[in-house]
């Protein structure tokens, strides 16, 4: 039973480009890095790509490659909110009345908000990246508290998919195979999930007392970039 494929025919074309960098080793790097941001900015399923990152390249640099790919993308999601399609979010925004809560507490403390936002989203990610183009944060705020906030989970998705050992795996859920692999997944994945759970209790309970409890309802896990 698949977890991804079955989701969206775009996620197994996905599956067939991971394959196909896959051939390239490190080489193909930057072509990768080049396509999750247009993933991000596209509203590409970003967990897939993560993990992707880590099962072709590990850990280490798979997260050197998520890391600023998913900031450049969610800053160029922005910047086209602010500039170009502002009236496109809006009407996006309008199924998501908690926005001008948000709107609010931002314009107070854009930097707080944004990290909180980040760590524990009450609207989709990759809508997130848009909606914030519309409100007063300056960009130097948006950019750090987003690449601060997006960090765990992007490092516990690439370690999810690390410990994959092929593209099949990843668009089906497998987790590997063998007593010691199964060993150390689920060690290191209770441990990046204690700080994911962690990071997102404290960020929902600041976002009650900023936006209060009705607003501050979750939509998805932490910091997907993915």
């Given amino acids: ?7 969206f025919p775009l996620t ?7 394959q196909w960098v896959q051939a390239f080793g490190t080489a193909g790097v930057a072509i990768y890095a080049l396509f999750y941001v247009a993933g ?5 399923p970003g967990i897939i790509l993560t993990a992707g990152a880590g099962l072709l390249y590990g850990v280490v640099l798979g997260t050197l490659i998520v890391s600023p790919a998913s900031v ?3 800053t160029l999601a922005f910047l086209v909110a602010r500039y170009v399609a502002r009236d496109w979010v809006g009407r996006k925004l309008e199924k998501h009345p908690n926005f001008k809560a948000i709107d609010r507490a931002v314009e107070k403390n854009g930097f707080k908000m944004i990290l909180l936002l980040r760590l524990q989203p009450v609207v989709p990610f990759n809508l997130l990246n848009y909606a914030l183009g519309l409100t007063r944060v300056r960009l ?3 950019v750090l508290a987003s690449w601060i906030g997006m960090f765990p989970a992007t490092v516990l998705y690439v370690y999810l998919g690390s410990v994959l050992h092929s593209v099949s ?14 060993i150390l997944f689920w060690a290191g994945l209770a ?22 409890p009705s607003q501050a309802s979750t939509t998805e896990a932490p ?3 993915t």
């Fill in 223 to 225: 910091g997907s970039t």
């Fill in 1 to 7: 039973m698949t977890i991804f494929a079955s989701m």
């Fill in 140 to 142: 130097r705020d948006y």
């Fill in 72 to 74: 450049l993308g969610a």
């Fill in 40 to 44: 991000v900015v596209l509203f590409f």
């Fill in 12 to 18: 197994r074309w996905i599956g067939n480009f991971i």
């Fill in 191 to 212: 441990a990046a999930v204690v700080l994911v759970i962690y990071a997102g209790r404290i960020a929902r309970k600041a976002l009650r007392e900023e936006l209060g």
């Fill in 169 to 182: 795996d990843l668009l089906q859920g497998h987790l590997g195979s063998g007593k010691w692999g199964a």
